[in-house]
């Protein structure tokens, strides 16, 4: 399938990324960028560093060495909470919801940092926090409706399945109305038809909001079909980045995933 | 405005009650509401919209999608225009809609959202016909530049404009509407052969429409849920003709899924749906109160037995004892009502079904409870009126008397023949297939095997086609067979063969839901489909159903030689899409003989067991193959017993 979206600039530029824990080396080196609206995978075997990756994104590691650079603007002492705040949101590769609440309270959390009033007045449904919330509960009902949940909307996300939890989860990154939005392998453990819905939900979010989208997936039929371009990482070294094609016929690529003959 | 047609009904609603809700719609989790002034508004920009891309009297205009306000107006301005609506199944494959839309010459659709779109292209590419197509719902629609597309509001909006330069048009189209003119065109199942189309006039509809809401004395108060295929004759009986002869509110539910909830939301006062519908909720009952504790489980039976003894006789106003009143109406507080409550049928004064038999322990159980079930009987040809159960006579296994203004009567060999004004103008370029149906008094031929009762009540017995003998000479009506099997939970479908064979052996599809709670109740692991329904204990369950309804069978007369010898239970579910059901989930009786042949011989010549490789259509179109060793099993038969006068 072929869409006319426009990739843009650089938004987000990592160079010269290392991360270590202690003796282990997570990452070594690893210069990459992200460029506007598009679709970014991050693929490589199990241990090749993905998730530590996304994490360096988005703040929860502080890499030792490197520098990012997110829309012009070297980042420094990233944590969290910055991160979250200039609009960067994620999924977790197990999944990290609130069990005990609905799809539809679990999406609005996504809208926290959206939310101005007082957390009193919000407890109280007082003022100005009424208007507020009936603004917020519109915009997770648009989520609710372009992720078509309707149906579990007063369900506790304890018990959904696998895969429309999975769903859930992508519906409160995107409450959070980000423009980047990391995915920790949202398709792992979905049956074939759960994959082709998640994809076409990822495209969709792509397409319509123009949401930059860094996904770490390891179906790889699943990565080319979506991604505009592929880095590959193996023992926290970058040993591959290109379109698809390029990737997929990069030799030492092949050798990290089908094995050398020794 | 005379009235004599759909679109001049609209006009003396938009008139007579401004204000009153027409149709709602659940969206982003709110009920939205459109009265009858805004209806009329959104019709006539719709139609002008039409009209100025061309679309003129006599063309049909296809309509594709679930139940939406904006599709039911898209068949009123097609009307408005002197055009005729053909709405189609919306989860046809592609090449099931190719052969509708080429038949129908069909050059205008208007259609849901960018699935359904994505289908008409692609037909578009054999049949270039289609010059127009209107969808509702632009999502993922941005990069869709083909110049016959429009969006529906792009649509309305240039219908205002059109409207603007000429005023009258509107008003003047509608005026020059006659009775006669065909109003919609719906296909038919096509159990056999290719669908045709059976157009009807506005005449037809509005008499079937009119008949119905005086004889259940339907107001403009009434709410219905619309959720049923508009495809479908009922749904367009009850959505359509009656909504608009009535003046009632059709409401729409948020999406297929959540049926049960809108349901429950809108508290319908007027219901239909066919019998698979009651049974699900029915099914979902029975396994939550399994999982409730035990006294609650202990209060729902020992109500329920009450309700069995008195419920219906309290419904039909029959004369029941003090006490035993008193003890329902307690039943009512405690049990009855929350049920109908949860079940959204609180409301409902009337509530229909047809479409196929209804179970006696189904029926008795939603009548016992205090809601108002009652059975029809009608087809696609006679805009599905011509038997409706009066209230207060109800017959489990009759589908009542010849409703208001139509003449039923049987043939030699028991076909049930139908005279009314609710009838089709016939089959579309179809003439002779029309021939076939319509003799020289103008008696339509259901083709339906039915009997008479003393009192007038008709019984339909199975398809006249489908009736067949056993070598011994005994009647074989595979479908009373199989309805009585299929009255069981565990049972989804069944197929019964015995037409020229000296007994009769079936084929049973499990119910997932139901067999499947029954495993994990008694801690058996399965792991799919094909392997639930190879399980011995799984076999062990649909025997005992198996032998009760033998023992059953052999308590009528008429019935006791066709008892079943032996079963096995189908690997997979029959499937519309693998053309073993019709897109109304009947039987394709011939197609399964077919496709299965190898089971059948298998069962009839004694084999304990069967292997057999089947093709599977997944919905996105693939195939895949799926094999199975299916185990052959025989059941126990009963003496025929003489049955006490």
């Known amino acids: 399938m072929t869409t006319n979206r426009k990739t843009g600039d650089v938004i987000l530029d990592l160079q010269g990324i290392s991360l270590s824990f202690g003796g282990v080396k997570a990452l070594t080196n690893i210069s990459f960028n992200v460029k506007e609206h598009e679709i970014r995978a991050i693929i490589g075997p199990n241990g090749a560093g993905k998730s530590s990756m996304l994490n360096v994104i988005n703040g929860v590691y502080s890499p030792q060495q490197g520098q990012i650079t997110y829309r012009g603007q070297q980042r420094k002492g990233m944590n969290t909470y910055a991160a979250a705040k200039s609009g960067i949101a994620r999924t977790f590769q197990n999944i990290a919801l609130f069990k005990g609440m609905s799809v539809l309270d679990n999406i609005m959390t996504g809208r926290n940092l959206k939310m101005k009033s007082h957390f009193l007045m919000q407890a109280l449904y007082w003022g100005p926090a009424q208007k507020e919330e009936i603004a917020h509960r519109e915009k997770v009902e648009e989520i609710i409706d372009f992720l078509e949940i309707q149906h579990i909307r007063k369900t506790p996300v304890g018990r959904l399945s696998y895969g429309l939890q999975k769903r859930v989860e992508l519906g409160r990154a995107l409450a959070a109305e980000p423009e980047i939005l990391l995915l920790d392998e949202p398709m792992a453990g979905m049956n074939v038809e759960e994959k082709q819905d998640m994809s076409r939900f990822i495209l969709d979010v792509n397409d319509q909001f123009g949401t930059t989208i860094v996904l770490i997936e390891h179906d790889m039929g699943v990565v080319m079909d979506i991604s505009d371009r592929v880095v590959v990482l193996d023992y926290g070294k970058k040993i591959g980045d290109g379109t698809p094609a390029e990737v997929l016929a990069n030799q030492e690529v092949i050798n990290a995933y089908l094995g050398v003959a020794h | 405005m005379n009235g004599n047609t759909f679109p001049q009904l609209l006009l003396r609603h938009g008139q007579q009650r401004p204000l009153h809700p027409a149709f709602r719609e659940k969206d982003l989790g709110i009920w939205q509401t459109w009265n009858w ?272 003894r008195s419920g219906s006789d309290i419904l039909d106003k029959k004369p029941v004892g003090v006490l035993d009143k008193l003890h329902y109406q307690l039943g009512e507080l405690l049990i009855f009502g929350p049920l109908k409550n949860v079940l959204g049928l609180s409301r409902v004064r009337v509530a229909y079904t047809a479409g196929a038999a209804i179970g006696p322990d189904l029926f008795r159980f939603y009548r016992s409870i205090g809601v108002n079930l009652k059975q029809l009987y009608g087809s696609t040809e006679t805009c599905a009126y011509v038997c409706l159960q009066p209230d207060g006579k109800i017959l489990f296994d009759s589908v009542g008397q010849a409703a208001p203004e139509v003449e039923v009567k049987l043939a030699d060999n028991g076909e049930v023949l139908v005279r009314s004004p609710a009838m089709l103008s016939g089959y579309y370029k179809r003439p002779d297939a029309t021939a076939e149906v319509m003799d020289a008094q103008g008696y339509f031929h259901t083709g339906d095997a039915g009997i008479f009762d003393s009192d007038g009540n008709l019984k339909i017995i199975d398809r006249a086609a489908d009736v067949g003998k056993l070598t011994n000479g005994d009647m074989f009506a595979p479908n009373y067979i199989e309805n009585k099997l299929k009255f069981f939970p565990f049972i989804k479908e069944a197929v019964a063969f015995g037409h020229d064979r000296d ?49 059953d069978l052999a308590g009528e007369a008429l019935m006791s030689g066709t008892q079943i010898h032996r079963f096995l239970v189908l690997h997979k579910e029959l499937d519309p899409d693998d053309d073993e059901l019709t897109r109304t989930r009947k039987v394709r009786r011939r197609f399964v003989a077919e496709k299965y042949a190898v089971l059948i011989d298998a069962m009839y010549s004694g084999q304990r067991s069967q292997f057999i490789e089947t093709q599977v259509k997944f919905e996105d179109g693939r195939q895949g193959k799926i094999s199975a060793d299916l185990h052959i099993s025989d059941v126990k038969v009963f003496a025929a017993q003489q049955q006490a006068a």
Not at chain 2, 140 to 151: D, P
């Open chain 2, 37 to 308: 002034q805004q209806v009329n508004a959104e019709v006539r920009a719709l139609a002008c919209g039409l009209a100025a891309r061309g679309f003129k009297r006599g063309m049909h205009l296809a309509i594709i999608g679930d139940n939406r306000p904006r599709l039911y107006w898209a068949m009123l301005a097609a009307q408005c225009l002197g055009g005729i609506a053909v709405p189609l199944y919306q989860d046809a494959p592609a090449a099931d809609m190719a052969y509708v839309l080429d038949n129908a010459e069909i050059a205008y659709a208007v259609v849901e959202d960018q699935e359904q779109v994505d289908k008409l292209l692609e037909i578009g590419e054999q049949y270039p016909g289609i010059q127009h197509i209107c969808f509702e719902d632009e999502r993922g629609m941005r990069h869709y530049h083909q110049s016959q597309l429009v969006s529906y509001a792009a649509l309305q909006a240039a219908g205002r404009e059109f409207d603007a330069l000429n005023p009258d048009f509107f008003l003047q189209e509608i005026q020059s509407g006659q009775a006669e003119d065909i109003a919609v065109m719906l296909y038919t199942s096509g159990t056999t052969g290719k669908p045709k189309g059976v157009c009807q006039s506005h005449r037809s509809f509005m008499t079937a429409a009119r008949g119905g809401v005086g004889f259940d004395h339907l107001s403009e108060h009434e709410d219905i849920l619309s959720y049923l295929p508009m495809a479908w004759v009922g749904d367009h009986l009850f959505s359509f003709a009656q909504a608009l002869v009535a003046g009632f509110t059709v409401n729409c539910p948020e999406s297929s899924e959540t049926v049960l909830t809108d349901l429950r939301e809108v508290g319908p006062t007027y219901y239909f749906a066919p019998p698979r519908v009651f049974e699900n909720m029915l099914t979902t009952v029975m396994i939550r109160m399994e999982d409730a504790g035990r006294i609650k489980r202990a209060l729902f039976h020992h109500f329920m037995e009450v309700a069995r």
């Open chain 2, 503 to 551: 007994h009769v052996c079936a084929f049973i599809n499990i119910d997932m839901e139901a067999v499947g709670n029954w495993s994990e109740r008694r801690g058996i692991a399965y792991s799919g489909y094909a392997d639930l329904a190879a399980k011995a204990e799984t076999y062990q369950l649909i025997m005992s159903c198996v032998e009760k309804v033998n023992a």
